[in-house]
T-cell receptor, first 114, second 110 residues
Framework: NAGVTQTPKFQVLKTGQSMTLQCAQD?????MSWYRQDPGMGLRLIHY???????DQGEVPNGYNVSRSTTEDFPLRLLSAAPSQTSVYFC?????????????FGSGTRLTVV | GIQVEQSPPDLILQEGANSTLRCNFS?????LQWFHQNPWGQLINLFY???GTKQNGRLSATTVATERYSLLYISSSQTTDSGVYFC????????????FGTGTRLKVLA
């Protein structure tokens, strides 16, 4: 049982490049979400999904796209990277109906845009 | 929107000391969780505690949802307790959005 797996762990992009951050969970959780954490700050919600085919915006969605074609995967796409997107990105999942342990977070992807 | 405030913002302890971290929130919540972010950036789930009291070794937590606060107790602190402690809450309206607090940065000295 791997929990929430994020890849890559580190990435450096040039301004204007695109890339996809991968997130996969094996707990059959309906809900998945992406957060970003800027230095010295808490986490802010980017996008979330309550099931396959359903996504919604969080607090800071601009510059990011998501889709949810399967229960297991929730990729985050940066279409044209900007230095302001330099951050640590966390993926999280939880069951919708019954919460026993709360949210499960991945280990993060550290992204630098130069 | 909901405000989630943690206090104190910074805390320095000698190894072996006890401490209490507080999380205040401004609206009714369904879920509340405490996390420890270690110096390597990993988020460690400490407690899922929407109400009541839980204990896990040297750590315990209490949430009084009706009074909109939660407390995290650390007893006999160790240097490995260093890092940032976050509380996160989910609004009672069922929006599936975890709002993170501002964090308490803890440093435990040997």
């Amino acid at each position: 049982n791997a929990g929430v797996t994020q890849t890559p762990k580190f990435q450096v992009l040039k301004t204007g490049q695109s890339m996809t951050l991968q997130c996969a969970q094996d707990m059959n959780h309906e809900y998945m979400s992406w957060y970003r954490q800027d230095p010295g700050m808490g986490l802010r919600l980017i996008h979330y999904s309550v099931g396959a085919g359903i996504t919604d915006q969080g607090e800071v969605p601009n510059g990011y796209n998501v889709s949810r074609s399967t229960t297991e995967d929730f990729p985050l796409r940066l279409l044209s990277a900007a230095p302001s997107q330099t951050s640590v990105y966390f993926c999280a999942s939880r069951p919708i109906r019954v919460m026993v342990y709360g949210y499960t977070f991945g280990s993060g992807t550290r992204l630098t845009v130069v | 929107g909901i405000q989630v405030e943690q206090s104190p913002p910074d805390l320095i302890l000698q190894e072996g000391a006890n401490s209490t971290l507080r999380c205040n929130f401004s609206d009714s919540v369904n879920n509340l969780q405490w996390f420890h972010q270690n110096p390597w950036g990993q988020l460690i789930n400490l407690f899922y505690i929407p109400s009541g009291t839980k204990q896990n070794g040297r750590l315990s937590a209490t949430t009084v949802a009706t009074e909109r606060y939660s407390l995290l107790y650390i007893s006999s602190s160790q240097t490995t307790d260093s890092g940032v402690y976050f509380c996160a809450v989910e609004l009672a309206s069922g929006t599936y959005k975890y709002i993170f607090g501002t964090g308490t940065r803890l440093k435990v000295l040997a």
